[in-house]
């Protein structure tokens, strides 16, 4: 989800050359799995670099209101990252809930020096994007993006929670986090216990791979890999409520890290 896309924000990874045409074959049927969905939940979760610098902290809230999941986000950067690096953010989004595609997301960022305004409307064949600097010297940027089936982070999220998660299978989405369209392939490897907010928790542990996807006249090109990215990991509780309990992104200096601090159910 938006909040562990985090961890991938704080690692920096520039693109590397090349890409794969053959990418949409590796995207799953987006029929909704039938793993128990979500009433309402409140998640807290902190990040940072190689289980010694905490770097921001962030809090989702998912509750289900008729047909739709309304989520929200907020977070910053905390201590020496802050220093370098100042950031509040928050993130909304609607979400049908039997679908799991999304409506609309809304998101504004806070840097030291400018602030980003990005809005999406989702509809039956993509989407449409506008993205608003503050910079007065800055023209506030439509883009259109046509690909079916392609989720918000979030509904991504919720997308794979919903599948059997078998060891062994398979799932790849296309997501759009809010600024281009992302491939995210995960991998169900194997059942494992994990440390998570002091205690030991049954997990699923699943790797992650992700590429950007190029565009051109608003339709999805190549995938493209990123030269750093070594790879991701993420686990989540095997339970009835399939929370995600930490991820790691392994990149040339180490890995960053998000991991869940606390949680209450709503």
Same mark, same amino acid.
């Given at each position: 989800?938006?909040?562990?896309?985090?961890?991938?924000?704080?690692?920096?990874?520039?693109?590397?050359?090349?890409?794969?045409?053959?990418?949409?074959?590796?995207?799953?049927?987006?029929?909704?799995?039938?793993?128990?969905?979500?009433?309402?939940?409140?998640?807290?979760?902190?990040?940072?670099?190689?289980?010694?610098?905490?770097?921001?902290?962030?809090?989702?809230?998912?509750?289900?209101?008729?047909?739709?999941?309304?989520?929200?986000?907020?977070?910053?950067?905390?201590?020496?990252?802050?220093?370098?690096?100042?950031?509040?953010?928050?993130?909304?989004?609607?979400?049908?809930?039997?679908?799991?595609?999304?409506?609309?997301?809304?998101?504004?960022?806070?840097?030291?020096?400018?602030?980003?305004?990005?809005?999406?409307?989702?509809?039956?064949?993509?989407?449409?994007?506008?993205?608003?600097?503050?910079?007065?010297?800055?023209?506030?940027?439509?883009?259109?993006?046509?690909?079916?089936?392609?989720?918000?982070?979030?509904?991504?999220?919720?997308?794979?929670?919903?599948?059997?998660? /078998? &060891?062994?299978? @398979?799932?790849? !989405?296309? $997501?759009?986090?809010? %600024?281009? *369209?992302? #491939?995210?392939?995960? /991998? &169900?490897?194997? @059942?494992?216990? !994990?440390? $998570?907010?002091?205690? %030991?928790? *049954?997990? #699923?542990?699943?790797?992650?791979?992700?590429?950007?996807?190029?565009?051109?006249?608003?339709?999805?090109?190549?995938?493209?890999?990123?030269?750093?990215?070594?790879?991701?990991?993420?686990?989540?509780?095997?339970?009835?409520?399939?929370?995600?309990?930490?991820?790691?992104?392994?990149?040339?200096?180490?890995?960053?890290?998000?991991?869940?601090?606390?949680?209450?159910?709503?």
């Amino acid at each position: 989800m938006k909040l562990f896309s985090c961890a991938l924000a704080l690692a920096v990874l520039p693109l590397a050359r090349g890409g794969d045409a053959g990418w949409q074959r590796e995207v799953t049927p987006p029929t909704v799995g039938d793993f128990a969905s979500l009433s309402g939940l409140r998640m807290h979760f902190r990040f940072g670099w190689s289980n010694v610098i905490e770097a921001a902290k962030a809090d989702a809230v998912i509750q289900r209101t008729g047909g739709c999941y309304q989520v929200h986000v907020s977070g910053g950067s905390r201590g020496l990252a802050r220093a370098l690096w100042p950031l509040d953010a928050q993130h909304s989004a609607l979400i049908d809930a039997t679908t799991l595609r999304p409506v609309r997301i809304a998101q504004l960022e806070r840097y030291r020096t400018r602030t980003i305004e990005t809005q999406v409307r989702f509809d039956a064949t993509g989407l449409d994007r506008l993205r608003k600097p503050s910079n007065p010297n800055s023209v506030a940027k439509w883009k259109r993006v046509n690909f079916t089936p392609i989720f918000d982070v979030l509904g991504g999220v919720l997308f794979v929670r919903s599948q059997p998660l /078998r &060891v062994g299978d @398979r799932i790849g !989405v296309v $997501c759009f986090p809010g %600024d281009s *369209p992302y #491939l995210a392939v995960v /991998r &169900v490897e194997k @059942r494992e216990r !994990v440390r $998570c907010m002091g205690r %030991d928790w *049954p997990a #699923l542990r699943l790797s992650l791979t992700v590429r950007k996807i190029e565009t051109k006249s608003g339709r999805l090109t190549d995938a493209v890999a990123y030269s750093k990215f070594r790879s991701g990991t993420v686990w989540v509780s095997d339970d009835s409520l399939r929370l995600p309990l930490r991820a790691e992104v392994h990149v040339m200096i180490g890995f960053v890290y998000g991991e869940l601090s606390g949680f209450e159910l709503l």
